[in-house]
C-alpha cells in the first residue's frame, strides 16, 4: 500500500495532502491490524499468515478462526525452520517450503478451491519474514 502510494505522488497524481491523507489511513489500517492480532492472539508474523489464509471465504466458513489461527502458528514455525540465507532464490528451497505450506493446509482441511492461491501469499510472507530472521 505504501509503495503504492508513493509511485502515485513521484508521478504526481497525488497531491502533498492527498499523500499524506494516504499516510495516515495506511498507518491507522497497521493499527487496526496490529489490535485484531492482539485480539486473536497471534504475534505479528503470524497475523500476516493468518490474513494470507483468511483471504479464502470458503475456508473461514469451513474451518473457522480457531483452526486458522493454529495453521498461522504452525506455518509461522515451519516457515521459521526451514527458511535458509538463499532460500529465495534456490528453487529447490522454495519448492520444499511450497510443499511443506500444502501438506500444512491440507493437513487441516483447508479448502482446495483457493488453496494455491493461499500458498502463493504465504510464501510471499514467507519472503518477508526471512528478511527480518537473523541467520
Same mark, same amino acid.
Given at each position: 500500500?505504501?509503495?503504492?502510494? *508513493?509511485?502515485?505522488?513521484?508521478?504526481?497524481?497525488?497531491?502533498? !495532502?492527498?499523500?499524506? =491523507?494516504? $499516510?495516515?489511513?495506511?498507518? =491507522?489500517? *497497521?493499527?487496526?491490524? %496490529? =489490535?485484531? @492480532?492482539?485480539?486473536?492472539? $497471534?504475534?505479528?508474523?503470524?497475523? !500476516?499468515? +493468518?490474513? @494470507?489464509?483468511?483471504?479464502?471465504?470458503?475456508?473461514? @466458513?469451513?474451518?473457522?478462526?480457531?483452526? $486458522?489461527?493454529?495453521? /498461522?502458528?504452525? *506455518? &509461522?514455525?515451519?516457515?521459521?525452520?526451514? &527458511? #535458509?540465507?538463499?532460500? #529465495? *532464490?534456490?528453487?529447490? /528451497?522454495?519448492?520444499?517450503?511450497?510443499?511443506?505450506?500444502?501438506?500444512?493446509? #491440507?493437513? +487441516?482441511?483447508?479448502?482446495?478451491?483457493?488453496?494455491?492461491?493461499?500458498? %502463493? #501469499?504465504? $510464501?510471499?510472507? @514467507?519472503?518477508?519474514? !526471512?528478511?527480518?530472521?537473523?541467520?
Amino acid at each position: 500500500m505504501l509503495e503504492r502510494s *508513493i509511485k502515485k505522488y513521484q508521478n504526481n497524481l497525488l497531491s502533498s !495532502a492527498e499523500i499524506i =491523507q494516504e $499516510l495516515i489511513k495506511i498507518a =491507522q489500517e *497497521i493499527k487496526n491490524s %496490529d =489490535q485484531e @492480532a492482539e485480539k486473536l492472539g $497471534l504475534t505479528k508474523d503470524e497475523m !500476516a499468515f +493468518y490474513d @494470507a489464509l483468511e483471504t479464502n471465504d470458503s475456508a473461514v @466458513a469451513v474451518l473457522g478462526d480457531e483452526t $486458522l489461527r493454529t495453521i /498461522a502458528r504452525e *506455518i &509461522t514455525d515451519k516457515v521459521r525452520a526451514n &527458511t #535458509t540465507i538463499d532460500w #529465495t *532464490i534456490r528453487e529447490s /528451497a522454495r519448492a520444499k517450503l511450497m510443499v511443506i505450506v500444502k501438506r500444512t493446509l #491440507t493437513k +487441516y482441511g483447508y479448502p482446495p478451491d483457493k488453496q494455491q492461491k493461499a500458498i %502463493d #501469499t504465504v $510464501l510471499r510472507q @514467507a519472503e518477508l519474514l !526471512a528478511d527480518n530472521i537473523n541467520f
